[in-house]
T-cell receptor, first 111, second 113 residues
């Protein structure tokens, strides 16, 4: 079945850029998503990218997609303490409309 | 996007009891989804709830343990029955957007003691 992998932790200094990486196995993925989960909250959709795109930028967020390598990344510029959260990568497609989620990357931003 | 209200937001329950979680959406949707999120784990889909029909359960989840109601196009409930400490988890209600993206409620954090 489909699989989505992420590293579990990332620690960055405030003001630096954060890059969270994700790999997936389903070559027929149509959409790829990034979600943010703050403590005690549900998942908030941050951004998504179609599989025929290489890059999508939205303010401080940049999503890069390497479809050949099935690699997705989320770059957060000028990382702030409020960006501390768990970030989930997800993909859907290939006949399934239900997203498959990774285990989440816990981003810790320290002064 | 959809606004999803889920309640309770958290609860501590005795083992052997049941808890019903409610999910209200601000628009009519065909399908509603229930997920479980265990600590440090990915989201696991429990079932898909369509209005007017029985819910479709994923492998490892059964109706007797997780009965679901879907009385109309904006509301659903998930019951966690005969709870044990292993059921301690976050339970999330979700609906789908136009690009198959998932929108979530704030979740119900359940602790079974």
């Amino acid at each position: 079945g489909e699989d989505v992998e992420q590293s579990l932790f990332l620690s960055v200094r405030e003001g630096d850029s954060s890059v969270i990486n994700c790999t997936y196995t389903d070559s027929s993925s149509t959409y790829l998503y990034w979600y943010k989960q703050e403590p005690g909250a549900g998942l908030q959709l941050l951004t998504y990218i179609f599989s025929n795109m290489d890059m999508k930028q939205d303010q401080r967020l940049t999503v890069l997609l390497n479809k050949k390598d099935k690699h997705l990344s989320l770059r957060i510029a000028d990382t702030q303490t409020g960006d501390s959260a768990i970030y989930f990568c997800a993909e859907s497609g290939g006949g399934s409309y239900i997203p498959t989620f990774g285990r989440g990357t816990s981003l810790i931003v320290h002064p | 996007s959809a606004v999803i209200s889920q309640k309770p937001s958290r609860d501590i329950c005795q083992r052997g009891t049941s808890l019903t979680i409610q999910c209200q959406v601000d628009s009519q949707v065909t399908m509603m989804f229930w997920y479980r999120q265990q600590p440090g784990q990915s989201l696991t889909l429990i079932a898909t709830a369509n209005q007017g029909s029985e819910a479709t359960y994923e492998s490892g989840f059964v109706i007797d343990k997780f009965p679901i109601s879907r009385p109309n196009l904006t509301f659903s409930t998930l019951t966690v029955s005969n709870m044990s400490p292993e059921d301690s988890s976050i339970y999330l209600c979700s609906v789908q957007g136009a690009n198959t993206e998932a929108f979530f409620g704030q979740g119900t954090r359940l602790t079974v003691v």
